[in-house]
């Protein structure tokens, strides 16, 4: 059974930047796509873009200039830069296995908030 | 970007009763290639992360529901409840992966009547 578990800092301050890891056990990392997905509290899912194993990425252009993606396959680890945070950018960050019929697995996600 | 946009924004159906949502797209999500309509629908409970219910706008992930089943092609898209039941109360969301960014409808929520 695949299983994601995002870690990271759970408070930023603003203008900094936002930093998660999505450990990856279970399962192949090195064939598979692996997005990060966040949802604001009470609001809808906005997909923040996805990594290859071998480091190929696509992201939102919403928020392209501001993020960052990188994977470790010795670790099965992939990660986020989310930079020059505001209040905006406070949501339910979740990290996922990106198929080519949706994702499948998800990890149970990590609330960040963005406060001073 | 293609924009997702469900319909209703929530509904209430007595349990047992058919819950019908709709989706659609602001452009075809049909691969002509391989004939497959590249959307999804997901389940979100509270304090959970959304559950692959439904891919290639009709095939049922393993261990769903039959009474869960999705319909449509290129625009417009449904998800059907036939039977709802208390567990299935939940947010709803449609997802196209036809191209990036994937994005998302802004969700359904499902409650009994």
């Known amino acids: 059974q695949v299983q994601l578990q995002e870690s990271g800092p759970r408070l930023v301050k603003p203008s900094e930047t936002l930093s998660l890891t999505c450990t990856v056990s279970?399962?192949?990392?090195?064939?598979?796509?692996w997005s990060w997905i966040r949802q604001p509290a009470g609001k809808g899912l906005e997909w923040i873009g996805r990594i290859y194993a071998s480091g190929s990425t696509d992201y939102n252009p919403s928020l392209k200039s501001r993020v960052t993606m990188s994977v470790d396959t010795s670790k099965n680890q992939f990660s986020l830069k989310l930079s020059s945070v505001t209040a905006a950018d406070t949501a339910v960050y979740y990290c996922a296995r990106d198929l080519d019929r949706g994702s499948d697995y998800w990890g149970q996600g990590t609330l960040v908030t963005v406060s001073s | 970007d293609i924009v997702m946009t469900q319909s209703p924004d929530s509904l209430a159906v007595s349990l047992g009763e058919r819950a019908t949502i709709n989706c659609k797209s602001s452009?075809?999500?049909?691969?002509?290639?391989?004939?497959?309509?590249?959307l999804g629908w997901y389940q979100q409970k509270p304090g959970q992360p959304p559950k692959l219910l439904i891919y290639?706008?009709?095939t049922r992930e393993s261990g769903v529901p039959d009474r869960f089943s999705g319909s449509g092609s290129e625009t417009d898209f449904t998800l059907t409840i036939s039977s709802l039941q208390a567990e299935d109360v939940a947010l709803y969301y449609c997802q196209q992966y036809y191209s990036t960014p994937r994005t998302f409808g802004q969700g359904t929520k499902v409650e009994i009547k």
């Open positions: 279970g399962g192949s990392f090195s064939s598979y796509y």
């Open positions: 290639w706008a009709s």
């Open positions: 452009q075809s999500v049909l691969y002509n290639s391989n004939n497959k309509n590249y």
